[in-house]
């Protein structure tokens, strides 16, 4: 297709849709024109409320201010995940988005720490990262201050509302209808326009298929096929309900694993968001649903809603001239909270390879090349939390224990027992701290360390490890509560402009943004 893309007509208004209409018109709006279509009798998936820590990025590009950010979702921060009954029932760990220790020119730190450990000069690891303490003591110091790797909790439906705020104000066009036909050409395939049933018929050059799980551009239209990662990420179904607040937010999410598999908590300001994620051939709708209202740490405040899905991802996110962005092009796991950031960089992507005269085969094989890189990384690091367990006493963990895993997550981990050695690719969106944090939690513990830690003897090895505990337990012992965090920003509503002077301290996670 050699003409110039001077429309681009998105399809469904979630999450995902107004993240990309909100970029596209911020970044394009004077180049193009951004239609998105929704259908508000059709509604959103409604659940997606954790998120990790390049969103940050993200809305500094679009110059969103986090103080208005955080009013208008009622959101609260997020330093990480904690880990309940994931390597065995009892045990509790933090995935953090910070730094753990401070690293040397020939290793990385935990292999200091793993000479400490065997000399029993060491303490727990996440000592040494000041977000998981700050996490453990619900502390909090937002924006440049502190210099923290945080993300938000969110309301999905209220985020959605923000976005779409901000994509109408940058000039996105919006129509609530309904799309009850896409018309292709034949003679080439692509999508020449979207039939509504209000009778319009809207003509475009770029289609981006946003509508969830229904696919319906990519896969109903299109039949791009799907790849499934079920026999990896064997959870296909979840119950979701709302709860009433009990006690102050804290700023992690709470991810409690079950026979079946696991329960999330996501606190928001005023209420926190509930939902449990299993496997359909261990456990019946019904015992998942009671397991979760049993586990509820306020009064339900809403009706359960349930969800079934097939883990895995569209062959090709890019198609002709179909871009599939959020669910519609794939889904991993609610677990590392990873889905709105996907959908974030594959607008990022579609943004820097945006094409100047028409949509050529070279361009599009390179942004399916790359999402499928982006995905297969993280599918595995997922994969990791599944695996990695100690845990025999139901069929559901057992079968995750025992299941084949990819090559490229197996030879890792080979490395990582055998040595300590952990190799992080370009552009990953999971560095090693978060592996480690995962890896050592769940028992994962390397046999061997590097050499150069040798050179230092015990009593050296010991000032070093104490002198960046201390760094850490004086640095969260500065911060506020993360309440009075929340409280200061509620106060506070800085103009858009403000933040854009902002540096954020994005340096665990590959920054896309
Ligand atoms: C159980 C569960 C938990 C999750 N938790 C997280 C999490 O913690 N963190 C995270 O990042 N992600 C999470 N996700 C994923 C997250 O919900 C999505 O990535 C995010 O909400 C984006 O969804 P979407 O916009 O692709 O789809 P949707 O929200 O489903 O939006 C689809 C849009 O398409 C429209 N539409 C569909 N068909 C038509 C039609 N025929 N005509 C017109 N409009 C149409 C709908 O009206 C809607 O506007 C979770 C998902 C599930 C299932």
Redesign the pocket.
């Known amino acids: 297709m050699e003409t110039q893309i001077k429309h681009v007509v998105i399809?469904?208004?979630?999450?995902?849709?107004w993240l990309a209409a909100a970029a596209l018109a911020k970044l394009f709006g004077k180049q193009i024109q951004v239609t998105l279509?929704?259908?508000a009798e059709?509604?959103?998936?409604g659940?997606?409320?954790?998120?990790i820590p390049p969103l940050r990025n993200f809305h500094r590009l679009l110059g969103i201010a986090e103080p208005a950010f955080m009013t208008a979702t009622q959101a609260t921060f997020k330093l990480g995940i904690e880990f309940s009954n994931w390597a065995q029932v009892g045990d509790n760990y933090l995935h953090s988005f910070g730094i753990t220790g401070k690293d040397c020119w020939a290793c990385d730190f935990h292999h200091f720490w793993l000479k400490g450990r065997e000399r029993g000069i060491a303490s727990d690891f996440a000592d040494y990262s000041i977000e998981s303490q700050a996490a453990r003591q619900m502390k909090l110091l937002p924006g440049d201050a502190g210099r923290l790797n945080y993300a938000y909790h969110l309301d999905?439906g209220l985020y959605a509302e923000f976005l779409r705020s901000h994509a109408l104000k940058f000039g996105a066009k919006h129509i609530d209808?309904?799309?009850t036909d896409v018309i292709v050409a034949e003679s080439t395939g692509f999508i020449e326009a979207l039939q509504l049933d209000n009778g319009e018929r809207i003509s475009g050059d770029l289609f981006l298929d946003?509508?969830?799980?229904?696919a319906?551009l990519i896969g109903k239209t299109l039949n791009v096929k799907y790849e499934p990662y079920g026999h990896f990420l064997p959870c296909d179904s979840?119950v979701?309900v709302q709860s009433q607040r009990a006690g102050e937010p804290r700023p992690y999410t709470q991810s409690i694993a079950h026979e079946f598999g696991w329960q999330?908590r996501?606190p928001l300001q005023q209420r926190v968001g509930n939902?449990m994620?299993y496997c359909s051939r261990y456990v019946s709708d019904d015992e998942a649903k009671t397991r979760l209202l049993a586990n509820l740490d306020g009064d339900a405040i809403t009706d359960t809603r349930m969800?079934r899905?097939h883990t895995g991802r569209r062959q090709s996110a890019w198609h002709k001239n179909c871009v599939a962005i959020?669910?519609?092009s794939g889904?991993l796991e609610?677990v590392e909270?990873?889905?709105?950031?996907l959908?974030m960089s594959g607008v990022l992507r579609l943004l820097k390879l945006f094409p100047r005269t028409g949509i050529d085969p070279v361009r599009v094989a390179e942004y399916n090349r790359q999402t499928v890189e982006e995905i297969e990384k993280i599918r595995d690091f997922i994969i990791l939390h599944y695996h990695a367990t100690e845990r025999r006493d139901s069929p559901f963990w057992r079968y995750c224990n025992d299941m084949a895993i990819p090559d490229s997550l197996a030879s890792r981990l080979t490395l990582f027992k055998k040595t300590g050695l952990f190799p992080i690719h370009n552009k990953e969106l999971f560095q090693i701290d978060s592996w480690l944090q995962v890896m050592l939690g769940q028992g994962i513990v390397p046999l061997d360390h590097h050499p150069i830690v040798e050179l230092m003897d015990d009593d050296e090895l010991g000032r070093f490890l104490n002198g960046y505990q201390q760094m850490v337990r004086h640095a969260v012992a500065a911060m506020p509560s993360h309440s009075q965090a929340l409280t200061a920003y509620r106060k506070r509503r800085e103009p858009e402009s403000r933040l854009v002077s902002h540096t954020l301290a994005s340096h665990t996670f590959e920054s896309q943004a």
């Open positions: 399809a469904g208004g979630g999450t995902a849709g279509i929704e259908s059709i509604g959103r998936i659940v997606g409320e954790a998120t999905a209808a309904k799309i946003c509508t969830g799980f229904s319906l979840a979701a999330w996501i939902g994620v969800f899905y959020g669910l519609s889904f609610p909270s990873t889905s709105i950031h959908a």
